[in-house]
Protein backbone atom coordinates (compact mmCIF):
# COMPACT_ATOMS: atom_id res chain seq x y z
CA UNK A 1 0.00 0.00 0.00
CA UNK A 2 1.32 3.48 -0.95
CA UNK A 3 0.38 7.08 0.27
CA UNK A 4 0.96 9.98 -1.23
CA UNK A 5 2.12 12.64 1.29
CA UNK A 6 1.66 16.79 0.79
CA UNK A 7 2.53 19.47 3.20
CA UNK A 8 2.13 23.00 2.90
CA UNK A 9 1.08 24.51 6.30
CA UNK A 10 3.41 26.71 6.29
CA UNK A 11 6.55 27.96 4.44
CA UNK A 12 7.75 24.03 3.09
CA UNK A 13 5.95 22.61 0.49
CA UNK A 14 7.11 18.96 0.34
CA UNK A 15 5.37 15.79 -0.96
CA UNK A 16 6.51 12.12 -0.25
CA UNK A 17 5.69 8.72 -1.34
CA UNK A 18 5.67 6.18 1.85
CA UNK A 19 5.33 2.46 1.36
CA UNK A 20 3.55 0.25 4.46
CA UNK A 21 6.39 -2.36 3.25
CA UNK A 22 9.37 -0.62 1.61
CA UNK A 23 8.94 2.43 3.96
CA UNK A 24 9.84 5.45 2.49
CA UNK A 25 10.52 6.02 -0.78
CA UNK A 26 10.63 9.58 -1.60
CA UNK A 27 10.71 12.99 -0.27
CA UNK A 28 11.03 16.48 -2.24
CA UNK A 29 11.14 19.52 -0.37
CA UNK A 30 11.23 23.23 -1.68
CA UNK A 31 11.88 25.69 1.37
CA UNK A 32 10.85 29.08 0.76
CA UNK A 33 13.07 30.58 4.04
CA UNK A 34 15.32 32.69 1.25
CA UNK A 35 11.77 34.46 -0.35
CA UNK A 36 10.97 35.20 3.66
CA UNK A 37 13.82 36.34 4.50
CA UNK A 38 13.78 39.75 3.03
CA UNK A 39 10.67 40.30 5.32
CA UNK A 40 12.49 39.07 8.55
CA UNK A 41 9.17 36.56 8.63
CA UNK A 42 6.98 34.61 6.61
CA UNK A 43 4.49 36.72 4.80
CA UNK A 44 1.47 34.25 4.46
CA UNK A 45 -0.46 35.79 1.17
CA UNK A 46 3.68 35.03 -0.80
CA UNK A 47 3.55 31.71 1.29
CA UNK A 48 0.47 30.45 -0.68
CA UNK A 49 1.32 31.76 -3.60
CA UNK A 50 4.60 30.02 -3.76
CA UNK A 51 2.96 26.68 -2.87
CA UNK A 52 0.90 27.01 -5.83
CA UNK A 53 4.41 26.76 -8.33
CA UNK A 54 5.94 24.08 -6.55
CA UNK A 55 3.23 22.06 -5.47
CA UNK A 56 2.58 20.10 -8.53
CA UNK A 57 6.36 19.76 -9.75
CA UNK A 58 7.20 18.50 -6.31
CA UNK A 59 4.83 15.79 -6.74
CA UNK A 60 5.87 14.86 -9.79
CA UNK A 61 9.39 14.43 -8.20
CA UNK A 62 8.16 12.35 -5.42
CA UNK A 63 6.23 10.17 -7.83
CA UNK A 64 9.52 9.51 -9.83
CA UNK A 65 12.09 9.12 -7.03
CA UNK A 66 9.76 6.18 -6.00
CA UNK A 67 9.32 4.83 -8.90
CA UNK A 68 5.06 5.18 -9.01
CA UNK A 69 2.67 6.28 -11.16
CA UNK A 70 -0.65 7.49 -10.12
CA UNK A 71 -2.25 3.69 -10.64
CA UNK A 72 0.04 2.83 -7.59
CA UNK A 73 -0.91 5.25 -5.44
CA UNK A 74 -3.89 3.74 -2.98
CA UNK A 75 -4.42 7.49 -1.61
CA UNK A 76 -3.34 10.75 -1.03
CA UNK A 77 -2.63 12.38 2.23
CA UNK A 78 -2.41 16.35 2.99
CA UNK A 79 -2.15 18.93 5.97
CA UNK A 80 -5.41 20.11 6.42
CA UNK A 81 -3.91 21.94 9.65
CA UNK A 82 -3.09 23.29 11.69
CA UNK A 83 -1.39 26.19 9.81
CA UNK A 84 -1.86 29.18 7.94
CA UNK A 85 -4.93 28.99 6.15
CA UNK A 86 -4.22 29.69 2.46
CA UNK A 87 -1.00 27.64 2.52
CA UNK A 88 -3.42 24.76 4.10
CA UNK A 89 -6.06 25.58 0.95
CA UNK A 90 -3.03 25.58 -1.66
CA UNK A 91 -2.36 21.54 -0.05
CA UNK A 92 -5.55 20.71 0.46
CA UNK A 93 -7.14 21.18 -3.21
CA UNK A 94 -4.46 19.97 -5.11
CA UNK A 95 -4.79 17.05 -3.15
CA UNK A 96 -8.26 16.37 -3.33
CA UNK A 97 -8.34 17.18 -6.85
CA UNK A 98 -5.84 14.73 -7.55
CA UNK A 99 -7.75 12.10 -5.68
CA UNK A 100 -11.05 12.98 -7.39
CA UNK A 101 -9.07 12.49 -10.49
CA UNK A 102 -7.44 9.13 -10.30
CA UNK A 103 -10.01 7.89 -8.24
CA UNK A 104 -8.44 7.56 -5.09
CA UNK A 105 -9.53 8.37 -1.69
CA UNK A 106 -7.91 11.35 -0.16
CA UNK A 107 -6.62 11.87 4.02
CA UNK A 108 -6.68 15.06 5.95
CA UNK A 109 -3.79 14.79 8.48
CA UNK A 110 -3.21 16.61 11.53
CA UNK A 111 0.14 18.49 11.08
CA UNK A 112 1.29 18.03 14.95
CA UNK A 113 -0.01 14.57 14.66
CA UNK A 114 2.38 14.31 11.37
CA UNK A 115 5.47 15.78 13.88
CA UNK A 116 4.64 13.63 16.72
CA UNK A 117 4.91 10.26 14.54
CA UNK A 118 8.00 10.88 12.06
CA UNK A 119 10.54 9.34 14.90
CA UNK A 120 8.33 6.41 13.12
CA UNK A 121 10.25 7.14 9.88
CA UNK A 122 12.99 5.77 11.69
CA UNK A 123 14.76 2.02 12.05
CA UNK A 124 14.75 3.05 15.84
CA UNK A 125 11.46 3.38 16.35
CA UNK A 126 10.01 4.05 19.98
CA UNK A 127 7.60 1.26 21.12
CA UNK A 128 4.09 2.87 22.97
CA UNK A 129 3.06 4.50 24.91
CA UNK A 130 5.41 6.91 25.77
CA UNK A 131 6.04 10.88 26.13
CA UNK A 132 6.26 13.44 23.50
CA UNK A 133 7.35 17.06 23.25
CA UNK A 134 6.75 18.78 20.68
CA UNK A 135 8.63 22.23 20.16
CA UNK A 136 8.19 23.81 17.38
CA UNK A 137 7.51 27.87 16.18
CA UNK A 138 4.02 27.58 16.52
CA UNK A 139 3.99 24.72 19.59
CA UNK A 140 5.78 23.50 22.36
CA UNK A 141 3.54 20.96 24.38
CA UNK A 142 4.01 17.63 26.57
CA UNK A 143 1.99 15.07 25.32
CA UNK A 144 0.99 11.80 26.65
CA UNK A 145 0.75 9.31 23.91
CA UNK A 146 -1.06 5.99 25.16
CA UNK A 147 -1.53 4.67 21.71
CA UNK A 148 -1.50 5.01 18.43
CA UNK A 149 -3.49 7.68 17.89
CA UNK A 150 -4.46 8.52 21.87
CA UNK A 151 -3.22 11.98 22.83
CA UNK A 152 -3.31 13.54 25.55
CA UNK A 153 -1.62 17.38 25.89
CA UNK A 154 -0.53 17.72 29.88
CA UNK A 155 0.92 21.46 29.00
CA UNK A 156 1.68 23.86 26.38
CA UNK A 157 3.33 27.17 26.07
CA UNK A 158 0.44 29.53 27.65
CA UNK A 159 2.20 32.79 25.48
CA UNK A 160 5.56 31.92 22.84
CA UNK A 161 6.46 29.02 21.76
CA UNK A 162 9.72 27.74 22.29
CA UNK A 163 10.73 28.80 18.36
CA UNK A 164 9.15 31.66 18.23
CA UNK A 165 10.71 32.48 21.54
CA UNK A 166 14.19 31.63 19.67
CA UNK A 167 13.19 33.87 16.49
CA UNK A 168 12.51 37.09 18.79
CA UNK A 169 15.68 36.87 20.71
CA UNK A 170 17.67 36.14 17.62
CA UNK A 171 16.26 39.28 16.28
CA UNK A 172 16.83 41.25 19.16
CA UNK A 173 20.52 40.41 18.82
CA UNK A 174 20.57 41.28 15.46
CA UNK A 175 20.40 37.76 13.23
CA UNK A 176 18.49 37.54 10.15
CA UNK A 177 15.96 35.89 9.77
CA UNK A 178 15.44 32.69 10.14
CA UNK A 179 16.83 33.35 13.63
CA UNK A 180 16.47 30.59 15.59
CA UNK A 181 19.11 28.17 14.30
CA UNK A 182 21.49 30.76 13.80
CA UNK A 183 21.01 31.85 17.28
CA UNK A 184 22.31 28.37 18.45
CA UNK A 185 25.24 28.46 16.38
CA UNK A 186 25.73 31.37 17.90
CA UNK A 187 25.29 30.03 21.57
CA UNK A 188 28.17 26.86 20.62
CA UNK A 189 30.71 30.31 20.63
CA UNK A 190 29.44 31.90 24.14
CA UNK A 191 30.67 31.70 27.92
CA UNK A 192 28.67 29.41 30.26
CA UNK A 193 28.08 31.26 33.01
CA UNK A 194 28.35 34.67 32.31
CA UNK A 195 24.77 35.54 32.19
CA UNK A 196 21.64 33.85 33.89
CA UNK A 197 18.08 34.11 32.01
CA UNK A 198 15.36 33.09 34.61
CA UNK A 199 13.23 29.52 34.62
CA UNK A 200 9.74 30.73 33.73
CA UNK A 201 6.82 28.45 35.67
CA UNK A 202 9.81 26.02 36.68
CA UNK A 203 7.94 26.05 39.88
CA UNK A 204 4.62 26.01 39.04
CA UNK A 205 2.87 22.17 39.98
CA UNK A 206 0.99 22.27 35.82
CA UNK A 207 3.34 21.70 32.92
CA UNK A 208 2.65 24.42 30.88
CA UNK A 209 5.28 26.34 29.33
CA UNK A 210 6.02 30.13 29.38
CA UNK A 211 8.76 31.46 27.12
CA UNK A 212 7.93 35.27 26.17
CA UNK A 213 9.88 36.17 29.77
CA UNK A 214 13.10 35.01 28.44
CA UNK A 215 12.47 37.66 25.78
CA UNK A 216 11.87 40.51 27.60
CA UNK A 217 15.16 39.05 29.88
CA UNK A 218 17.05 38.89 26.53
CA UNK A 219 16.26 42.15 25.70
CA UNK A 220 17.19 43.94 29.11
CA UNK A 221 20.54 42.27 29.16
CA UNK A 222 21.48 43.40 25.93
CA UNK A 223 20.57 47.40 26.25
CA UNK A 224 22.88 46.87 29.54
CA UNK A 225 26.48 45.42 28.31
CA UNK A 226 28.56 46.38 25.57
CA UNK A 227 27.59 45.79 22.02
CA UNK A 228 30.21 42.72 20.89
CA UNK A 229 29.89 39.52 19.26
CA UNK A 230 31.14 37.55 22.43
CA UNK A 231 28.45 39.66 24.04
CA UNK A 232 25.67 38.20 21.93
CA UNK A 233 27.02 34.90 22.01
CA UNK A 234 27.08 34.53 25.98
CA UNK A 235 23.75 36.25 25.64
CA UNK A 236 22.54 33.49 23.04
CA UNK A 237 23.69 30.89 25.08
CA UNK A 238 22.54 31.75 28.33
CA UNK A 239 19.06 32.23 26.70
CA UNK A 240 19.36 28.64 25.04
CA UNK A 241 20.70 26.91 28.84
CA UNK A 242 17.68 28.11 29.46
CA UNK A 243 15.00 26.94 27.16
CA UNK A 244 16.85 23.59 27.46
CA UNK A 245 16.33 23.47 31.18
CA UNK A 246 12.65 24.22 30.95
CA UNK A 247 11.98 21.73 28.98
CA UNK A 248 14.15 19.17 30.72
CA UNK A 249 12.29 20.44 34.22
CA UNK A 250 8.68 20.17 32.59
CA UNK A 251 9.67 16.69 30.96
CA UNK A 252 10.82 15.36 34.20
CA UNK A 253 7.86 15.82 36.34
CA UNK A 254 5.66 14.99 33.42
CA UNK A 255 7.57 11.10 32.98
CA UNK A 256 7.24 11.12 37.23
CA UNK A 257 3.46 11.39 36.24
CA UNK A 258 3.11 9.04 33.61
CA UNK A 259 6.05 6.67 34.93
CA UNK A 260 6.81 6.54 31.21
CA UNK A 261 10.39 5.99 30.45
CA UNK A 262 10.57 6.50 26.36
CA UNK A 263 10.81 10.63 25.02
CA UNK A 264 9.84 11.44 21.75
CA UNK A 265 11.05 14.81 21.33
CA UNK A 266 9.78 16.36 17.86
CA UNK A 267 9.38 19.65 15.76
CA UNK A 268 11.61 22.06 14.25
CA UNK A 269 13.26 22.81 17.59
CA UNK A 270 14.36 19.34 17.78
CA UNK A 271 17.17 19.59 15.65
CA UNK A 272 18.74 22.08 18.26
CA UNK A 273 21.77 19.99 19.19
CA UNK A 274 22.03 21.84 22.90
CA UNK A 275 17.87 20.56 23.81
CA UNK A 276 18.94 17.32 21.77
CA UNK A 277 21.97 16.80 24.52
CA UNK A 278 20.25 18.31 27.65
CA UNK A 279 17.35 15.96 27.22
CA UNK A 280 19.29 13.04 26.39
CA UNK A 281 21.35 13.24 29.01
CA UNK A 282 17.98 13.84 31.36
CA UNK A 283 16.48 10.32 29.88
CA UNK A 284 20.55 8.58 30.52
CA UNK A 285 20.11 9.99 34.34
CA UNK A 286 16.67 8.45 34.49
CA UNK A 287 17.44 4.77 32.80
CA UNK A 288 15.62 6.06 30.01
CA UNK A 289 15.30 6.49 26.19
CA UNK A 290 15.25 9.27 23.28
CA UNK A 291 13.76 9.30 20.36
CA UNK A 292 13.87 11.64 17.54
CA UNK A 293 13.54 12.30 14.13
CA UNK A 294 16.75 12.37 11.82
CA UNK A 295 16.88 16.22 11.28
CA UNK A 296 15.73 17.05 7.91
CA UNK A 297 12.35 15.13 9.01
CA UNK A 298 12.23 17.68 11.96
CA UNK A 299 10.77 20.60 9.78
CA UNK A 300 7.87 20.68 8.01
CA UNK A 301 8.22 17.91 5.23
CA UNK A 302 5.74 15.41 3.23
CA UNK A 303 7.38 12.54 4.79
CA UNK A 304 5.43 12.39 7.90
CA UNK A 305 2.37 13.55 6.43
CA UNK A 306 3.06 10.69 4.18
CA UNK A 307 3.12 7.84 7.12
CA UNK A 308 0.72 10.07 9.27
CA UNK A 309 -1.54 9.81 5.80
CA UNK A 310 -0.98 6.09 6.26
CA UNK A 311 -1.75 5.67 10.08
CA UNK A 312 -5.18 7.52 9.29
CA UNK A 313 -6.07 6.05 5.80
CA UNK A 314 -5.77 2.18 7.56
CA UNK A 315 -8.11 3.91 10.35
CA UNK A 316 -10.71 4.65 7.86
CA UNK A 317 -9.95 8.69 7.70
CA UNK A 318 -11.17 9.78 4.32
CA UNK A 319 -12.32 13.43 3.17
CA UNK A 320 -15.40 14.07 1.10
CA UNK A 321 -15.18 16.14 -2.24
CA UNK A 322 -15.26 19.19 -0.24
CA UNK A 323 -12.25 20.93 -0.34
CA UNK A 324 -11.83 22.20 3.79
CA UNK A 325 -8.79 22.60 6.23
CA UNK A 326 -8.51 23.84 9.87
CA UNK A 327 -6.19 26.49 10.73
CA UNK A 328 -6.11 25.42 14.47
CA UNK A 329 -7.08 21.76 15.21
CA UNK A 330 -6.34 20.82 18.73
CA UNK A 331 -3.86 17.15 18.56
CA UNK A 332 -6.11 15.76 21.00
CA UNK A 333 -9.58 16.17 19.55
CA UNK A 334 -8.31 13.75 16.73
CA UNK A 335 -10.36 10.16 16.42
CA UNK A 336 -8.96 7.42 18.63
CA UNK A 337 -7.71 4.03 17.29
CA UNK A 338 -9.79 1.98 18.45
CA UNK A 339 -8.16 -1.02 16.37
Known amino acids: MRILG ?16 LGLLSNALYSQIAMHAEYGGVVPELASRDHIKKALPLISKALNDSGSSPADIDAV ?72 GSYRILGQS ?38 HFPRPMADSPNLDFSFSGLKTHAANTIREVEDSQQARADIARAFEEAVTDILAIKVRKALRQTSYRRLVVAGGVSANRGIRKGLADLMTELGGEVFYPRTEFCTDNGAMIAYAGMFRFKMGTRADLSVEVRPRWPLDTLEQNNG
Open 158 to 195: VDDAAGEAFDKTAKLLGIPYPGGPLLSRLAEQGVPGRF
Open 77 to 148: AYTAGPGLVGALMVGAAVARSLAYAWNRPAVPVNHMEGHLLAPMLEERKPEFPFLALLVSGGHTMIIQVAAP
Open 6 to 21: IESSCDETGAAVYDDK
